[in-house]
């Protein structure tokens, strides 16, 4: 018989590469991960992952495994909502980690629209961005994520998510006032080729959305100036420090004395939010009001 909490600590392996990190996310020791892992080879009869200097790989047979895991999760989250919703599961706390933006566009005015219509939940914000709250979900460290698509991240057919989309919208152009295009209606992002740029560090997902519209135009942006901060990337074009694209809605209540916003030409590039559960939880009589209330924000922007 397959111990079922040793199939939570084959996918943390699977998806941290390492035992040390997989032992992190589950507040575990690497001896302990790797004792299990060591019992579950012995319960299966399967050699399911290598060991190397570089990292964990499951074998052939341990990506067999994993794939039954990750339905066999599903369906204990399944389980657990259904057994939640009959003895009510009117009450309880729900975990949300979202990016700064996202938590004043649509989880903040949810949290408003549920003391109103599910009084008995709770909800409990984590600020973080979408390359971290995503391990958090599938490490069962919160029960929402909230996200930017970004290069690398589980696609929407993952099956251990379930992907619910919430809004998308543009990067408009933020220039210095002095700037040599600050007078054009749109901005063609190819003529900002020889600027210096002001952006996310790398592994902030609006880094990848700019890197990439950057490269569909032709160009590797210079990345003079660096922050995750919205506020500051707009302050250091003010202070002509270089260009930047930055999302629509972080403009928002933002100094814009500085500065002169402009649409770019053409397709603009676009900040894709969605909201990430464990695939199955979802209908967890908790979980799926918040999904609802976070849908009904999202519509109204």
Excluded at 154 to 172: G, I, M, N, Q, S
Excluded at 252 to 276: I, Y
Aim: proline share 7%.
């Amino acid at each position: 018989m397959i111990d079922v909490r040793r199939l939570h600590i084959l996918r943390a392996v699977a998806d941290h590469r390492t035992v040390t990190a997989a032992a992190a996310a589950l507040f575990l020791t690497p001896s302990a991960v790797s004792q299990q892992l060591t019992a579950l080879e012995q319960e299966t009869g399967h050699r399911l992952v290598d060991r190397g200097a570089k990292g964990v790989r499951l074998t052939p047979a341990g990506e067999i495994l994993l794939a039954h895991t990750n339905t066999v999760l599903a369906q204990l989250e399944r389980a657990e909502a259904e057994l939640s919703a009959f003895s009510s599961g009117a009450a309880g706390t729900v975990t949300i980690a979202a990016f700064a933006t996202a938590i004043g566009q649509v989880v903040a005015p949810a949290m408003t629209r549920l003391a109103g219509t599910a009084p008995g939940i709770r909800i409990r914000v984590q600020d973080a961005e979408g390359d971290a709250s995503m391990p958090m979900v599938l490490d069962r460290q919160v029960d929402v994520a909230i996200a930017v698509e970004y290069r690398g991240a589980p696609p929407a057919d993952d099956p251990r998510l379930t992907h619910v989309p919430l809004y998308a919208e543009p990067f408009d152009a933020v220039l210095p006032v002095g700037h040599r295009l600050a007078g054009a209606a749109e901005v063609p992002l190819a003529d900002l080729a020889k600027d210096p740029w002001i952006g996310q560090h790398p592994g902030n997902p609006c880094h990848d959305v700019v890197v990439m519209a950057c490269e569909n135009a032709g160009f590797q942006p210079l990345l003079a100036h660096s922050s995750d901060d919205f506020r500051a990337v707009v302050a250091l074009a003010g202070a002509d420090a270089g260009v930047a694209l930055v999302p629509r809605s972080a403009l928002r209540g933002t100094d814009l004395s500085g500065v002169v916003v402009r649409p770019v030409e053409g397709v603009a590039a676009t900040r894709r939010v969605f909201a990430a559960v464990r695939r199955g939880a979802e209908e967890h009589p908790l979980i799926a009001p918040v999904l609802a209330a976070l849908r009904e924000e999202a519509r109204e922007l």
